[in-house]
């Protein structure tokens, strides 16, 4: 069955500590869901919408997110995420992504997937890696880094 346009999915999540703002940015921000948590739901929720329509050895990579925050929601509350394919043009996907908390609407957007083959991705990830001298080391993070 193609993708087209109106394919909808859903997810939720019960805000934990390690959901927050404050937890990701400090003691000086709010105990609330973080803008890049809420982000990334919605990239999940919109990824997980097309999951069964793909070819054996493809998944989506997010290219482009245009997402607004609208409201808190503090810790112990459920948000409901919800995507809609909104457009399909060969392999780009556009969504249209919210957010709602037990309360009201806190985030809305869109939200642009390309659909890749993983092998090549890998090799072209592998390749970047080797022109630059560098091993895969997993997971390195950014922490401890400064802004100067």
């Known amino acids: 069955m193609p993708l087209e346009p109106g394919l909808t999915h ?9 959901d927050t703002a404050r937890h990701s940015g400090g003691e000086t921000l ?3 869901l973080s803008t890049p948590r809420m ?5 999940q ?13 493809q998944t989506t990579v997010g290219t482009l997110v245009n ?3 609208l409201a808190a929601t503090p810790i112990g509350m459920t948000v409901r995420f919800r995507s809609e394919l909104v457009e399909v043009d060969r392999r780009r996907l556009v969504f249209k992504v919210e957010a709602w908390d037990e309360v009201e609407k ?3 957007g869109l939200h642009e997937r390309f659909i890749i083959d ?5 090799a072209r990830l592998e ?19 400064e802004n100067k």
């Open 118 to 122: 993983e092998a090549r991705f890998t």
């Open 39 to 43: 982000i990334g739901q919605m990239e």
């Open 45 to 57: 929720t919109a990824h997980a919408a097309v999951l069964p329509f793909l070819a054996a050895g």
């Open 106 to 108: 806190v985030g809305e």
């Open 127 to 145: 390749e970047k890696q080797k022109e630059n001298h560098r091993d895969i080391i997993p997971d390195q993070g950014t922490e401890g880094t």
């Open 10 to 18: 859903e997810r939720t999540l019960t805000v934990q500590i390690s």
């Open 67 to 69: 997402i607004k925050h």
């Open 30 to 32: 709010p105990p609330v």
